[in-house]
């Protein structure tokens, strides 16, 4: 499985961003199966859980994000996407999407770089 991160950029405070993933040489059935997810690490501290769809039904969002975040996939284009709004400072990080499949193998991919000024 191959996964490609893009969207990133530098934005002001307020502002939004849409960040996709792509995921490669993995089979619809697996892909509509796994926990999609993405994470954020910001310089000097631990990755953290952003928002994870949980096997294609529920979302589960970080409180921090909650009411400006949302989790999407398209199944067809095997894509995850992160639709960031009213976005804050504190959201700078980079962003990294993750595939766990049923059978708990992960897969990561390489990060895209979010920037908030205030």
């Known amino acids: 499985v191959q996964l490609q991160a893009s969207g990133g950029g530098l934005v002001q405070a307020g502002g939004s961003l849409r960040l996709s993933c792509a995921a490669r040489?993995?089979?619809?059935?697996?892909?509509?199966?796994?926990?999609l997810a993405w994470y954020r690490q910001a310089p000097g501290k631990e990755r953290e859980l952003v928002a994870v769809?949980?096997?294609?039904?529920?979302?589960t969002y970080a409180e921090s994000v909650k009411g400006r975040f949302t989790i999407s996939k398209d199944n067809a284009k095997r894509a995850l996407y992160l639709q960031m709004n009213s976005l804050k400072a504190e959201d700078t990080a980079v962003y990294y999407c993750?595939?766990?499949?049923?059978?708990?193998?992960?897969?990561w991919g390489q990060g895209t770089q979010v920037t908030v000024s205030s």
């Open positions: 993750n595939v766990r499949t049923a059978e708990l193998a992960d897969y």
């Open positions: 040489r993995i089979i619809l059935s697996v892909f509509t199966a796994s926990n």
């Open positions: 769809i949980h096997s294609g039904v529920t979302t």
